[in-house]
């Protein structure tokens, strides 16, 4: 196992089950307590967990710090492009209606979009301002980007002339990115305006499909944007803990984890 295969793993039990100890971890991974303890403090200094006296514990819950559109680009690359491959099964046939939310995940879902092997004539609306500039060369894919503010930390366009457009339109198909996903706060984001947005796709679309590495489970941010009723499908890598996939499934959620 590569060793950041190992830390996004020691994250994601970390969030979802509150603590970890290092005398575990080196047991659980067949590694020296070392080598945990230098996991552990390079997860610390990411923010992803909090050391304490022999282990870690999980990161300090409703955070409202976001990293900026390059440092996330950096961030599980091999898992948000498995996810994104994995996502593409829920593309609608030919001819269908997607909405795109911003995120780096489905802005790897936006670049296998335009590289499609087949003409599949898809309308697709979008608040993310590179998946638009990945999409407009694509000349099967109806576009419209969303007007309104841009923030710049995230490169989402947000604001009341995105809710109002979105209002008078459907998809069969919302592809939704989050900083977060617990069983009980649902979808979580830090900017009350992109969970606006990302609300307002979710309400309007047929099927939710929520692109999400494993590092996000367990975390919660400031805003909810969705709860677990509100999601048909997550799509994660192979270090989501099995115990936080069977309370998914347990709400009605399916779960594929992309490998």
Request: aromatic share 4%; net charge negative; glycine share 6%.
């Amino acid at each position: 196992m590569y060793a950041e295969e190992r830390r996004r793993k020691i994250a994601s039990l970390t969030a979802v089950e509150g603590r970890v100890t290092v005398a575990d971890l080196a047991h659980h991974f067949d590694v020296t307590a070392e080598t945990i303890r230098r996991d552990l403090a390079q997860l610390d200094g990411e923010g992803a967990v909090h050391r304490v006296h022999g282990g870690a514990v999980a990161a300090k819950s409703f955070q409202t710090v976001e990293v900026s559109v390059d440092a996330r680009k950096k961030a599980q690359k091999d898992a948000k492009r498995s996810i994104a491959r994995a996502a593409v099964d829920y593309l609608p046939s030919s001819g269908g209606g997607v909405f795109l939310d911003a995120g780096t995940t489905t802005e790897a879902l936006a670049e296998l979009m335009a590289a499609f092997p087949e003409e599949r004539h898809w309308s697709v609306v979008t608040n993310s301002l590179p998946s638009a500039l990945t999409l407009a060369g694509a000349p099967y894919i109806e576009l419209q980007l969303l007007g309104g503010q841009v923030r710049a930390i995230t490169q989402a366009v947000v604001g009341d002339a995105a809710l109002r457009a979105l209002a008078l339109m459907r998809a069969d198909v919302a592809f939704i990115g989050s900083n977060a996903l617990t069983i009980d706060h649902g979808l979580s984001t830090a900017d009350p305006q992109e969970a606006a947005v990302k609300r307002a796709m979710i309400t309007n679309a047929r099927k939710v499909v929520v692109m999400c590495d494993s590092t996000k489970l367990g975390r919660d941010f400031l805003v909810s944007f969705a709860a677990l009723d509100d999601i048909d499908v997550v799509i994660t890598d192979p270090s989501a803990p099995q115990a936080f996939i069977d309370e998914l499934q347990d709400h009605d959620v399916k779960v594929i984890v992309a490998r």
